[in-house]
């Protein structure tokens, strides 16, 4: 990265501290609250939904073989498997409950995303049984995409045809790393030997998106191991890459350790360094044809490859979000269930939803979200906002977008307000220039 940082940028952080960084959503999730929950249970009942944005569905599937150092979601690896089905029968039940609500009945989800925890965790039998009932409640003819979320080292040939059966369109492999020493040291439970099975039978029987994920910034990387994970991963020609830089969240393993040793800064990579490698990557990828398509991924071919999940989520879809701790947005207001799983399945038993946290933005803060959120692919398109908002975001923002001019981050082509590569590698921390001053977090990665 460029050392000509502008002065007036804010305070830059060189080491990785805990905390997460990564912008998801807007306002941030600190500010939905339980006293909300009328709100989101009154916008079910509505008789139809107030825009009539796309219907899209995500599955939260809990369940890991192990559980990573630096993972921060909420995942299990001591469930049997009577907890796993009736898992599986209290995210049915669920799904029953949302069909019947008003603003749900009759509409069909045009996406489907299964994530985790791990979703390939699941049998083939289970896998059919949840399927199944979910097209029973909310059929999947107008489905333009299915992701599925998958760990290598539980992926079978009989398991990969049956998630291609089940009508999975993007296979989504996490890889984070080729070096089996980097895999073991950040707790993976795969290794590559693993990953390189998996991967040629996947392509084998012609999913028409298989994406892999790496990680930038793991514990003891280095740069030949990041060179050499960057060559293999250009080598197996994926339809797409998506590339996080590592971050340690306060309940991951690694911050525990860190904690128990008194230690304030994470043992990973610094974020010039982890912006510098993901760079590289880029730059590998795109000498070969790909495209970068927005801050953490790149494509093989644009025209073919979409990512229709985080369009609908970018764009202001309602995303109808079942299992322990998901996250949606339904008719305007945010949701989330609760993130403990006998509370989670208790609920949903008893014929409740079990929803614990929600928030209705207003209009303004539904702008800023799909803005900022936008700006994460690399550029927008004013006339579009403007349309649909009814306020041109160039003058709507005007100082946050003469703030990012400054510092040599933003281009203005007419139209299109884009983001320069080097902003584009750190745009989590210049998106806080759009928050509002009581959602600004003050972490500036």
């Known amino acids: 990265m460029s050392s000509a940082t502008p002065q007036s940028l804010p305070p830059l952080r060189h080491e990785t501290t805990a905390g997460n960084y990564f912008v998801a959503n807007y306002p941030p999730f600190a500010f939905w609250k339980a006293e909300f929950v009328p709100q989101f249970e009154a916008a079910l009942s509505a008789s139809t939904p107030r825009l009539s944005p796309p219907l899209g569905q995500y599955v939260h599937i809990p369940f890991c073989r192990k559980r990573c150092h630096f993972c921060y979601f909420k995942v299990y690896t001591d469930k049997d498997s ?31 995303y299964f994530g985790g925890g791990t979703p390939s965790y699941l ?66 439970a795969h290794r590559s030997k693993e990953v390189a099975r998996a991967y ?44 996080y830089q590592m971050e340690v969240p306060y309940n991951t393993g690694i911050y525990q350790q860190m904690k128990a040793s008194g230690k304030l800064v994470a043992p990973v990579a610094d974020w010039e360094t982890k912006r510098a490698w993901v760079d590289y990557a880029y730059r ?10 927005s801050g953490t991924t790149v494509v093989r071919d644009p025209v073919k490859v979409k990512f229709i999940y985080r ?14 701790a998901s996250f949606g947005h339904l008719n305007g207001v945010h949701y989330q269930n609760h993130h403990e799983f006998q509370p989670y399945v208790d609920a949903v038993n008893a014929g409740k939803l079990p929803v614990y946290r929600a928030l209705t933005p207003p209009a303004d803060e539904c702008y800023i979200r799909e ?13 579009k906002f403007k349309a649909k908002f009814g306020n041109d975001p160039r003058e709507t923002f005007a100082a946050s977008l003469s703030t990012l001019k400054q510092w040599g981050f933003l281009t203005d082509n007419g139209d299109r307000i884009g983001i320069t590569r080097e902003g584009l590698l750190q745009i989590d921390r210049l998106l806080q220039e759009f928050f509002k001053p009581e959602h600004k977090t003050g972490r500036y990665a």
Not at 371 to 383: I, N, T
């Open 82 to 112: 009577s907890e796993v089905r009736g898992y599986i029968d209290a995210l049915l039940k669920e799904l029953a409950v949302y069909a019947s609500k008003p603003v749900i009945g009759g509409r069909k989800p045009k996406f489907v």
């Open 284 to 293: 590998e990828f795109e000498n070969v044809g790909y495209t970068v398509t």
């Open 200 to 243: 040629a039978f996947a392509r084998e029987i012609s999913f028409p998106q298989i994406n892999i994920d790496l990680i930038a910034g793991m514990v003891e990387e280095t740069d030949e191991k990041w060179r050499e994970t960057v060559a293999k991963a250009v080598a197996l020609q994926p339809d797409s890459v998506t590339i």
């Open 311 to 324: 369009e609908g989520l970018f764009t202001g879809a309602d995303i109808l979000s079942i299992g322990v």
């Open 123 to 188: 049998s083939p039998d289970q896998l059919k049984l949840l399927t199944d009932g979910m097209k029973r409640l909310l059929p999947w003819d107008e489905v333009e995409e299915v992701t599925f979320e998958a760990e290598p080292g539980t992926l079978t040939d009989h398991k990969l045809q049956a998630i291609r059966d089940m009508g999975v369109t993007r296979l989504s492999l996490g890889v984070e790393h080729f070096d089996d020493h980097i895999l073991e040291i950040n707790g993976r």
């Open 371 to 383: 803005f900022m959120l936008q700006l994460k692919l690399g550029s927008v398109s004013a006339e």
